[in-house]
Every structure is written in structure tokens, then in C-alpha cells.
């Protein structure tokens, strides 16, 4: 069966340090997958996605990623993390054959920040 | 400027009642979606639609209906027979699904809660 975890629940990080959240997926064939942000009360804004190619993405708010077909790992990456980015971060997978956009959500990961 | 409109923000159901979550966009999108999140749980597909006049269960319908009379409107319908209600609930739509590839649209939510 399809799904996605995101193994940090909760990651607290100091404003300026690297960042990287953790996601693993199991899906029968070359997935696509996504990374979508959430602030709090809000809905959620697609990050970066990744369909074919080349393995490292990049994202919109500096934010990278890389696939890693032999790990089922699509982690995500900052260099460098200011307070603004923190919220809650969830990895998705899909769509699915069928062809509607369904996709499967990992539980998420808060991100908060120190100054 | 395009978006999608969930209304109300926050909505309180009294035991054995019915309510309605609204969602209207005006992406000139095909497709819509309802989610639902509960803490530590990722978002759940509770009902899509691809075109008008046409809607799929998704993976937690029990408890839910909806419709889809207008391009631009996808209300969902709580009912008495969802127990556990409590929850934010998010609408989402992307162009044509076989397009747009998993790449969905979030409106701001509606947290749900029972009196």
C-alpha cells in the first residue's frame, strides 16, 4: 500500500542553521512527490514537487530537495532557516493512475525557530 | 486576484445536527477536493469532484456528502452521522487531473468544532 512518513514530528532548530526534514515514501512505481508548508490556521502552499529527472529540486523560499530512489527518501533542505519559516511541513505522494489528483499525506513535521 | 474562499472560519455543531463548510473558487479550476486534518494525522481525502455534476468518495467519506452544481462551488455537508467531527477542513483544486499532476490549490480552512 501507498504511503508517506515523516519520521520528526517536531523539529526546533536556531535561526541561521541548516535545516532537514526527513520524508520516506512506499509506492509501487516512480512516484511523484511533494512538499507542501502550512502556517498555522492556514491551508497549505506547494513548496517544490518532483516528476522525473533530476533528482535535486529546487523550491520557491530557498527551500531544495532531493530524491533518493534507493532510500524511498525525498528529504527536504535549507542552508539556512529564518524565523519566518517556521510552520508545519507535510511530504506528499501521487496522484495515482486514474488520473484525479489524489495524494497521501505524511502526518507532518512542525519546524519552530530560535532566534 | 484568484483564490479559493472557505467560509465560514470557525463553525460549532450541536449534536445530531447537520452543517454546511463552504468552498468557491475562482481559479477556473476543474477539479476540487475536500480534506480533512487532525492533529498528528495529515490530511485525509474526504470527497473530490472533476467536473460539475460529478463527485467520488474519497478515502473517509462516511458522514460527509457533498455537490457540485457550479464550476466555482463545492460545499460539504457534515451530517449527524459523522461522530467524530471535530477537525480543520480544508478544500483544494487544481486544474484538469491528469494536467496539473498533483499540484493543488488549498483554501485557508475551517476548523469544525462540536458543542
Known amino acids: 500500500a501507498q504511503s508517506v512518513t515523516q519520521p520528526d514530528i517536531h523539529i526546533t532548530v536556531s535561526e541561521g542553521a541548516s535545516l532537514e526534514l526527513r520524508c520516506n515514501y512506499s509506492y509501487g512505481a516512480t512516484p511523484y512527490l511533494f512538499w507542501y508548508v502550512q502556517s498555522p490556521g492556514q491551508g497549505l502552499q506547494l513548496l517544490l514537487k518532483?516528476?522525473?529527472?533530476?533528482?535535486l529540486v529546487q523550491g520557491i523560499k530557498g527551500f531544495e530537495a532531493e530524491f533518493k530512489r534507493s532510500q524511498s527518501s525525498f528529504n527536504l533542505r535549507k542552508p539556512s532557516v529564518h524565523w519566518s519559516d517556521a510552520a508545519e511541513y507535510f511530504c506528499a505522494v501521487g496522484p495515482f493512475p486514474g488520473g484525479y489528483n489524489k495524494l497521501i499525506f505524511g502526518a507532518g513535521t512542525r519546524l519552530a525557530v530560535h532566534p | 486576484d484568484g483564490g479559493i474562499t472557505q467560509s465560514p472560519k470557525y463553525l460549532f455543531r450541536k449534536e445530531g445536527q447537520n452543517v454546511t463548510l463552504s468552498c468557491e473558487q475562482n481559479l477556473n479550476h476543474d477539479a476540487m477536493y475536500w480534506y480533512r486534518q487532525d492533529p498528528g494525522q495529515g490530511l485525509r481525502l474526504i470527497y473530490y469532484?472533476?467536473?460539475?455534476?460529478?463527485?467520488q468518495k474519497g478515502d473517509i467519506a462516511e458522514g460527509y456528502s457533498v455537490s457540485r452544481e457550479k464550476k466555482e462551488s463545492f460545499p460539504l455537508t457534515v451530517t449527524s452521522a459523522q461522530k467524530n467531527p471535530t477537525a480543520f477542513y480544508l478544500c483544494?483544486?487544481?486544474?484538469?487531473?491528469?494536467?496539473?499532476?498533483?499540484?493543488?490549490?488549498f483554501g485557508s480552512g475551517t476548523q469544525l468544532s462540536v458543542l
Open positions: 469532484s472533476q467536473i460539475v455534476n460529478d463527485f
Open positions: 483544494a483544486s487544481s486544474i484538469a487531473p491528469g494536467s496539473s499532476r498533483g499540484k493543488l490549490f
Open positions: 518532483y516528476f522525473s529527472g533530476d533528482t
